[in-house]
Structure formats: C-alpha cells, structure tokens
C-alpha cells in the first residue's frame, strides 16, 4: 500500500503510484486536450486519479507570460468549485505567490512551482504559512544554466538537493517535499534518456514525480515520425518503466489509460 502526505491530507493508494492529471485553464497549453473547466475536472476526478493538478499559465517552450490577477480569475472559480462536491488533492502549477496564496485560500493543498521558488521570492513565506507539500523543479533555462558537467543525473540531483535544503533552513519539514527532475525542460534528448532510465538515482529521501506525458523525447524513442497525439503508448511505457524504478507520481494528460495501466501493472508485479 503506498501512502504518502499532500498537505493536510494522508492519501493511501493500492496502485504502485499515484496519479495526477492535468487540468490546463489557458489556451496555449501544450496539448489542447488537457484544456478545460469544471467538467474536465471531474473527469480527472471521477477517473479515480488522486491528484488534480491545475494551471493558469503554460510553461511549453514558448510560452506567454500571464499575470497575477488573470491567473486568480481563472483558478479560484474552479478550485470553489471542486471543494463543493471533492475533497480531492488539488495541486498549482504556479510560480507567482500571489497566485498560490489565493489558492490556498481557496482549498489548494499543492503547489507545483518549475521554477522551485526562485522566479519570485515571496514564495518561500507564503508556504512557511501553509502546510501545502511543494514539488520542486529542474528546469534549464528556468533556473539553472546549462553546465560542462556532462553527467546530467548527478547535476539535477545536486540542485534538487540544494533546493530542498533552501526550504528546510526556511522551516519547510522535508516530508512536505517532492521532487521532479524536469524532463524536456532545457535538456537534450541523451539527457532526458538518461533521467529517466536513472530516475532511481535522485532521491534517496523525497518521493520523485515524473511528467512524462506526451513529450517529445518519448516521441523520438518511438524511432518513427510522430506528433504528441501518437505518444499514447510509448508515455504509458516510459510511466511504467519509471514506476517500477522509483517514481511515485506520475503526471499525465491521459489519465483513465495510466490508471488502467498501473491496475495491470499491481496485478504483476
């Protein structure tokens, strides 16, 4: 039985992970399908996925920057919302503070932040104020430059690290830590393959989130052209491969098909 904190909130699982679906209240979000409201947040919801992970604001390469106050009117309607009828862990992908601290507010329990606290400084006080886990990022480009260093496994997790020592001397308990090494953002192919067949290596202490969903790096593993509508299954492979190394959360846009997978996946191991 796997368990594990969000928040306030102590979720068990007879999956080998848990599954958080994406929720994208913006329009140029990377896959057009994971775009909606209220009702694609409960068929995340009704799916049986444990997490709901909503954004107002694409981090895809190329993405355009939406402020504070359009973020809080597209989050906070839907987060009322789904506190109405669920108790569900709702997570943020947000790095404006003033956005998470509406959503706490509002009943979120996560925040999921790319850039693991540094695009705004304010940040590490609104969680100080809270009891919200918080996943934390490696993101070239985002916040760390590109290094000599060749060995990319060792490098993320070193940042990692440092990061969640930066929480922990701010008075963020470790068990409200979550780690996500950031594949495709910032790292070539050769990097991403080798984080996530190594993906055991990161973290000896904090549970590992991977985002694997539809990405181009799984893509080009399919050795056969492709676009993100075609990476179905080689996603559901790669989470499952990832699971069976280390990872406990599995972020993705297909959500029934993952649940449906680790299903299979507890009864044979």
Known sequence: MLTQ???????????????????????DSFWEKSRGGIERAFEIINSGAEIID???ESTRPGFTPVDSQSQISRLIPLIKAIREKSDVVISIDTRDSRVFKACLEAGADILNDVSSL???????????SSQASVILMHGFGLNENHPADKNIVANVK???DSRAKFLQENGIN?????????IGFGKTYEENVELIKNCNLLSEKYPLLMALSRKRCIGTMMERENTACDRLSSTLAANLISVKKSAKI???HDFQETIDALNVMKYLE
């Open 250 to 252: 599995v972020r993705v």
């Open 118 to 128: 540094e695009s705004d400084k304010d940040m590490i006080s609104v969680l100080k």
């Open 54 to 56: 909503i954004g107002a």
């Open 158 to 160: 070193a940042y990692l």
């Open 174 to 182: 470790s068990d409200r830590i979550i780690f996500d090494p950031g």
């Open 5 to 27: 904190k969000f928040g306030n909130k102590e979720l068990c699982c007879d999956r080998p992970a848990f599954v958080m679906g994406i929720l994208n209240v913006t329009e």
